[in-house]
């Protein structure tokens, strides 16, 4: 019976392995990003209810895909008492990534930190987070500029990203 059992546990791992390993080869990636334009940063903080470029990188690029990526670390508080609920505050800092003058890359602005309604005024939670935005390159071979931008979702509370680092793929 012992041995029954081994010889099926056995099988039974064979089979996790060939189905890993065949997930594995199709989730294989699609090309290469060439060039990766990267920029890091600190202390950033904004009672402002409209966007403001926090982080810029300008690259040279052909037209194509580009992503970007913005992570970073910081908190929220609610100043206003724009977005109580179940007796607590809510804040959240809206991020979006702009390219040019005024493309904004997909999925456009997005809430990115926020202290999830769970202190009062007073009191900071920090948190971290990373976020991608994907987009295409348009135009001739020249310099691009890409723009992380910021608002609070209610003006006159407080945000305040600690670190933060923009990285941008492109062709």
Known sequence: MRRK??????AAALVAVAAVAGVARGVGGA?????VAYKTGGSVSTPSGTFITVASRTFAANPGPV?????????VRDFNQGG???????????VRVVVGTN?????????FLDNAGRIRVAKAR???????W???LGGTSNLKTVKVQVANLNTWDM?????????VQHR
């Open 126 to 132: 920090p948190v971290a987070n990373s976020f991608e």
């Open 67 to 75: 992503i970007v990526r913005f992570s970073a670390s910081g908190s």
């Open 159 to 167: 945000a305040d990203i600690t670190k933060w680092n923009l990285v």
């Open 134 to 136: 994907v987009g295409e």
């Open 84 to 94: 109580v609920f179940v007796g607590h505050s809510y804040a959240a800092l809206i």
């Open 31 to 35: 090309g290469q990003v060439p060039l």
């Open 103 to 111: 493309t904004v890359l997909s999925p456009g602005p997005v809430r």
């Open 5 to 10: 059992r081994v010889l099926a546990a056995g």
